[in-house]
C-alpha cells in the first residue's frame, strides 16, 4: 500500500467526513435534478456514495478514480465504475461531477488538460459542477492534527499549509493478525486553485459560483461550467 491514494482509501473512514460529504452529496443531487440531468459522470467518484444517490433518483451514473481501492468497493456495490483518468473516457455525458476536493488534487500545471478533457465527455451544453476548498478553507480549516482510530486501523493526519499547497502527511498504522502494526506513511498534496485561474481553464465556461460553508464560513466554492458551441 504504496500509494497515497491507496492510504486515503483504506483510511478515510477515519476522517470524519461523513456529514460534510452528505451536504455535498445532497447538493450536487439537487443541481443535477433541477437541470433535468439524464446522464452524469462522477470524476474521482470514490466507493461510489453519491453515485448511488443519483442512480436513486433516476439518473444514469459511470464514475472514475485513480485508486484501484475505491474502485473495487464501488464495483462491490454493482457500480458503473472504471479504473482510469478522465483523459481515456471517450463516452458522452449531459453533465459531469467532481465532489469534495477533487479539483484541489490537480496540480496547476495540469488544470487546463484536465478542463479540456472534462469538455470532452461533455455533450453540447452539457454541464460541469465541481467544488473547491477557499485558501481560508486551506490555511484556516484543513491545516493542524488529527488522530483516529479503530479495531484495524490507527490514524494521523498532520496537515501544513504553505505556498498555496496543503501538504498532508498521512501516518496509517494496520493491526495484524499477530496483533502487530505495519506502518504506512505518505504524503498527499492538495493546491489552491483562485477564481480567477478555474475561470480562465481555456475550455469550460464559468456560469455560476457560490460560497460553501462545511466547516467555517465560506471554506468553500461551488462552481457550475458549461461546454459552449
Given at each position: 500500500m504504496s500509494r497515497a491514494l491507496d492510504i486515503y482509501a483504506v483510511s478515510e473512514h477515519l476522517l470524519g467526513i461523513e456529514e460534510s460529504t452528505h451536504i455535498l452529496h445532497s447538493i450536487f443531487l439537487t443541481l443535477l435534478e433541477d437541470e433535468r440531468i439524464g446522464s452524469v459522470l462522477d470524476i474521482g467518484c470514490g466507493r461510489g456514495g453519491f453515485m448511488t444517490q443519483a442512480g436513486a433518483a433516476g439518473i444514469v451514473c459511470s464514475g472514475i478514480d485513480l485508486s484501484p481501492v475505491m474502485v473495487a468497493a464501488a464495483q462491490d456495490k454493482g457500480l458503473n465504475v472504471t479504473c482510469k483518468n478522465i483523459c481515456d473516457v471517450t463516452q458522452k455525458y449531459e453533465a459531469a461531477v467532481a465532489i469534495?476536493?477533487?479539483?484541489?488534487?490537480?496540480?496547476?500545471?495540469?488544470l487546463s488538460d484536465f478542463f479540456?478533457?472534462?469538455?470532452?465527455t461533455l455533450e453540447e451544453g452539457?454541464?460541469?459542477?465541481?467544488?473547491?476548498n477557499s485558501e481560508y478553507g486551506f490555511s484556516d480549516v484543513a491545516e493542524g492534527?488529527?488522530?483516529?482510530?479503530?479495531?484495524?486501523y490507527f490514524l494521523n493526519v498532520n496537515a501544513v499549509y504553505d505556498k498555496e499547497r496543503l501538504l498532508s502527511e498521512f501516518t496509517l498504522f494496520e493491526r495484524q493478525n499477530d496483533a502487530r502494526y505495519v506502518k504506512f506513511q505518505e504524503t498527499i498534496v492538495q493546491y489552491y486553485h483562485?477564481?480567477?485561474t478555474l475561470r480562465n481553464n481555456g475550455t469550460l465556461t464559468l456560469i455560476e459560483d457560490h460560497p460553501l460553508s462545511l466547516y467555517d464560513?465560506?471554506?468553500k466554492m461551488l462552481l457550475i461550467f458549461k461546454k459552449s458551441s
Amino acid at each position: 500500500m504504496s500509494r497515497a491514494l491507496d492510504i486515503y482509501a483504506v483510511s478515510e473512514h477515519l476522517l470524519g467526513i461523513e456529514e460534510s460529504t452528505h451536504i455535498l452529496h445532497s447538493i450536487f443531487l439537487t443541481l443535477l435534478e433541477d437541470e433535468r440531468i439524464g446522464s452524469v459522470l462522477d470524476i474521482g467518484c470514490g466507493r461510489g456514495g453519491f453515485m448511488t444517490q443519483a442512480g436513486a433518483a433516476g439518473i444514469v451514473c459511470s464514475g472514475i478514480d485513480l485508486s484501484p481501492v475505491m474502485v473495487a468497493a464501488a464495483q462491490d456495490k454493482g457500480l458503473n465504475v472504471t479504473c482510469k483518468n478522465i483523459c481515456d473516457v471517450t463516452q458522452k455525458y449531459e453533465a459531469a461531477v467532481a465532489i469534495f476536493d477533487v479539483l484541489n488534487f490537480i496540480p496547476p500545471s495540469e488544470l487546463s488538460d484536465f478542463f479540456r478533457c472534462v469538455a470532452n465527455t461533455l455533450e453540447e451544453g452539457g454541464i460541469f459542477i465541481v467544488d473547491v476548498n477557499s485558501e481560508y478553507g486551506f490555511s484556516d480549516v484543513a491545516e493542524g492534527s488529527m488522530s483516529a482510530e479503530d479495531e484495524t486501523y490507527f490514524l494521523n493526519v498532520n496537515a501544513v499549509y504553505d505556498k498555496e499547497r496543503l501538504l498532508s502527511e498521512f501516518t496509517l498504522f494496520e493491526r495484524q493478525n499477530d496483533a502487530r502494526y505495519v506502518k504506512f506513511q505518505e504524503t498527499i498534496v492538495q493546491y489552491y486553485h483562485s477564481l480567477e485561474t478555474l475561470r480562465n481553464n481555456g475550455t469550460l465556461t464559468l456560469i455560476e459560483d457560490h460560497p460553501l460553508s462545511l466547516y467555517d464560513v465560506d471554506d468553500k466554492m461551488l462552481l457550475i461550467f458549461k461546454k459552449s458551441s
